[in-house]
């Protein structure tokens, strides 16, 4: 199985959680890595506010798989999984294409 990082939003009032949880797999944040430097902060905020709107417009919802979307950022795609009571999200890919990876 493979790694993944979690993050969550605290509320500095309340201490309670905001958002949805988010968890980010090794090969995802690999591929982050290799991102063209002019286009990774851009990518890196759409994926954050996925937190608080995680089927924003232009969203595409993959047929074959269930919970599964695509996120399109500039000619780049975010692929990720939203679970069926959309309490948790987790990227699995940043994409160089709708069918390539980045490596």
Not at 11 to 18: D, I, L
């Amino acid at each position: 199985m493979a790694n993944e990082e979690t993050h969550g939003e605290q509320s500095s009032e309340s201490g309670q959680t905001t958002g949805i949880a988010m968890a980010m797999t090794y090969s995802a944040y690999r591929e982050m890595e290799m991102v063209p430097a002019s286009i990774a902060d851009t990518l890196s905020t759409a994926i954050l506010s996925l937190a608080d709107d995680p089927r924003p417009d232009g969203v595409l919802r993959l047929d074959d798989n269930r919970g599964c979307y695509y996120l399109p950022v500039r000619g780049w795609y975010v692929l990720y999984h939203l679970s069926l009571d959309q309490d948790s999200l987790t990227v699995l890919g940043v994409l160089d294409g709708p069918y390539h990876t980045v490596h």
